[in-house]
């Protein structure tokens, strides 16, 4: 079946610093890919989205491109700042059904001053 | 933005005994929802897809008449956790889908975590 693999965290970076979170996946068909972020104490929200192929998804200053060639949807910003801190999930959707969505084990961020 | 909200946020509960947990859609109808089970650094598994006014589809796996879910209006869904045990502890997370939005982006409200004693 259909699988998300993220980076394993927990992540600490310092104020300033550029962030990568790497995402990659497994899906039969032609898949949308997501970065949700969840803020402590809150629901999941969606950060950024793709469609297709080569798509890049923007929001927030961060950026993920869709890759079918590697199979991947690498979450990136250039600089964070301590309010990025959260955990980030990446995820699919196959876009059949009722377009459920298929989560990565998510990644805990944690920006220093 | 779309606001979903659920009902408690935590509760504990006597092993054998039954727990409700409410997911809500505040400003916005949700003809489908979704019900999650995350365990600690996990990612989220879908238990269950509802749509208002019809049977739920579950996953494969979880057994339908331990977890009922009921999506009686398109405001509400509800997941009863029938005589629960301490390996039903986790945290329950709900989202929902609108009816007149992008199919692909669901609204997550903010999760209840369940202690089975």
């Known amino acids: 079946g259909d699988s998300v693999t993220q980076m394993e965290g927990p992540v600490t970076l310092s104020e ?47 950026e993920a ?22 955990v980030y999930f990446c995820a699919l959707s196959d876009g059949q059904g009722a377009q459920k969505l298929v989560f990565g084990q998510g990644t805990r961020l944690t920006i220093n001053p | 933005g779309a606001v979903v909200s659920q009902h408690p946020s935590w509760v504990i509960c006597k092993s054998g005994t039954s727990v409700k947990i409410e997911c809500r859609s505040l400003d916005f109808q ?64 709900c989202s929902a889908r609108t009816s007149g939005g992008s199919w692909d982006t669901q609204y997550f409200g903010p999760g209840t975590r369940l202690t089975v004693l």
Not at chain 1, 30 to 40: A, D, G, I, R, T
Not at chain 2, 34 to 61: H, I, V
């Open chain 1, 16 to 62: 300033e610093a550029f962030l990568t979170i790497n995402c990659t996946y497994t899906a039969t068909g032609y898949p949308s890919l997501f970065w949700y972020v969840q803020y402590p104490g809150e629901g999941l929200q969606l950060l950024l989205k793709a469609t297709k192929a080569d798509d890049k998804g923007s929001n927030k200053g961060f």
């Open chain 1, 65 to 86: 491109t869709y890759r079918k060639e590697t199979t991947s949807f690498h979450l990136e910003k250039g600089s964070v700042q301590v309010s990025d801190s959260a």
């Open chain 2, 30 to 93: 949700a003809t489908t929802m979704f019900w999650y089970r995350q365990f600690p650094k996990q990612s989220l598994m879908l238990m269950a897809t509802s749509n208002e006014g019809s049977k739920a589809t579950y996953e494969q796996g979880v057994e339908k008449d331990k977890f009922l879910i009921n999506h009686a209006s398109l405001t509400l869904s509800t997941l009863t956790v029938t005589s629960a045990h301490p390996e039903d502890s986790s945290f329950y997370i």
